[in-house]
């Protein structure tokens, strides 16, 4: 019998590297960021949608604490590996702007959830939340403060990513003052010929600054991203990073992994394809990075994600309130995600919905009135379902059979009586273990949750016209 409270217990080990499985079962497939994944939205989920998600919620007089995500998608220059929606300017009259009309949508949402719940998460991504100035900024949060109800400072978690290269000592301070108590730094490598190759050159001296900066201006969290799989990445330079992210001692680390999409990502282009690591030396960076980072202290809390025992992600984790949003990893299990800025997603009652993608289509829509959404779902019964099956297993490593059966009106073992065929092939590798009762993800079987979590995803079945799934999602490892 397979003791499951050991799963996330400090004698068992967090995560085992097989490369011959990983070689075998890597493939294209989603982040489950959200399920159904953000590439099954519809054009038919609009504004009228997102509103009748509002007033259900309204009506069972819901309560649920609220998590803001704030989308800026501005960049003074462009990093060759990037994949996000975001604008390269340095014309900043152009934030002017964008603020204007973001503002209009942060009262549209304000009104909206007024009196519904506490704002008790905050997130700022994009492109560059930096790239506001320091009075931007104070007047966006001041904005903010009246539109939401915020939780006090030590019970909310009110987090910006920023970019060490536009940011000074005293910036991190004035960030401090301004309500944000988390930061997550892009950082991707340490290596000059790498920081070369991708266009992104960031001396260590500048981001140690900004961590210790963050320090003593009283941040509760500093992170790092850190990208493996980049041109000109081996295993001494990565070795060298390591070493240097180690010393700096973040609370946690993001290892994401350099997914190629050229014909998606035109920054790509400009990036050598004999430049990159090899399959298998990709396969070596990964593994040599997770055996530095566990053995530095880090607990593997899942897909990229790496936290420092004490650190909120793994105490959550440990305590079963761990959650997947579109951030990655996530404190607040049961909130409503509300997303303001160009492309946001939002996760309301059960729905998701994204705004417009384009300056001119987000601004057109505000200024008819309306919220900018263009497309989204409504969840049905069984995407409710398989969205808690698939949440547990990325963020637990386990799943309760007895209770996906007391939440829901099905049997297991017949619902799920095909994917339960497809498992047995994932168990003789020694990924999971199923039993009556329980489906538990061995350690060798965390590296490749996507896989397993692929098996649940009835989507993948049903590819979308002229879209063959590779050119969709990255590997899964």
């Known amino acids: 019998m397979y003791n499951h409270a050991s799963s996330t217990g400090s004698a068992f080990p967090a995560v085992e590297f097989d490369a011959e499985i990983i070689g075998k079962l890597s493939q294209s497939g989603p982040r489950y960021t959200s399920y159904p994944t953000a590439d099954r939205f519809q054009p038919e989920f609009g504004y009228g949608q997102f509103l009748e998600a509002v007033a259900g919620l309204r009506m069972r007089r819901s309560s649920r604490p609220l998590s803001l995500y704030i989308h800026i998608p501005f960049c003074d220059t462009v990093c060759y590996y990037c994949g996000c ?14 603020l204007d009309y973001l503002k209009q949508e942060i009262d549209m949402q304000g009104r909206l959830f007024a009196g519904m719940g506490k704002l008790e998460q905050l997130h700022f991504g994009g492109g560059t939340p930096t790239y506001l100035s320091d009075r931007q900024m104070g007047d966006l949060m001041a904005h903010l403060h009246a539109s939401f109800d915020f939780a006090p400072d030590q019970q909310g978690e009110y987090s910006i990513e920023i970019d060490p290269r536009t940011v000074s000592v005293e910036r991190v301070h004035s960030l401090r003052k301004q309500g944000f108590n988390r930061i997550s730094l892009g950082v991707q490598d340490f290596d000059p010929d790498v920081q070369k190759a991708v266009n992104r050159i960031q001396p260590e001296a500048e981001t140690r600054a900004v961590i210790d900066a963050a320090r003593d201006a009283g941040f509760r969290s500093i992170s790092i991203d850190l990208i493996y799989g ?57 593994a040599l990075c997770i055996r530095r980072l566990c053995a530095a202290g880090y607990v593997y809390i899942g897909m990229d994600h790496f936290a420092k025992p004490d650190d909120e992600l793994a105490v959550a984790q440990r305590q079963g309130r761990l959650q997947r949003n579109f951030q990655g990893y996530s404190t607040r299990a049961e909130s409503e995600l509300i997303s303001c800025g160009v492309s946001a997603i939002s996760a309301v009652g059960a729905t998701y919905s994204q705004n417009e993608k384009t300056l001119e289509g987000y601004y057109e829509k505000l200024d008819e009135g309306r919220l900018p959404v263009v497309r989204g779902i409504k969840l049905e019964n069984d995407d409710l379902l398989r969205r808690i099956l698939i949440q547990k297993l990325m963020c637990n490593f386990e799943l309760s059979i007895g209770s996906i059966e007391q939440s829901f009106p099905i049997r297991f073992s017949e619902y799920f009586a095909t994917e339960l065929q497809k498992l047995k092939a994932f168990e003789e590798d020694g990924l999971l273990i199923v039993e009556p009762d329980w489906i ?38």
């Open 85 to 98: 929606n975001k604008i390269v300017t340095k014309d900043h009259s152009k934030a002017a702007t964008y």
């Open 230 to 286: 980049l041109p000109k990445q081996s295993m001494t330079s990565m070795e060298q990073t390591l070493d240097k992210v180690i010393a700096a001692n973040p609370d946690r680390i993001a290892l994401y992994n350099y997914a190629h999409l050229p014909h998606l990502f035109k920054p790509q282009r400009r990036i050598s394809e004999d430049d990159l690591p090899t399959p298998a030396v990709k396969l070596d960076l990964l």
């Open 440 to 477: 538990t993800v061995t350690p060798k079987g965390r590296l490749l949750i996507r896989n397993i979590c692929m098996v649940f995803d009835r989507y993948l079945s049903q590819p979308r016209l002229g879209e063959a799934q590779p050119l969709r999602y990255s590997k899964t490892i």
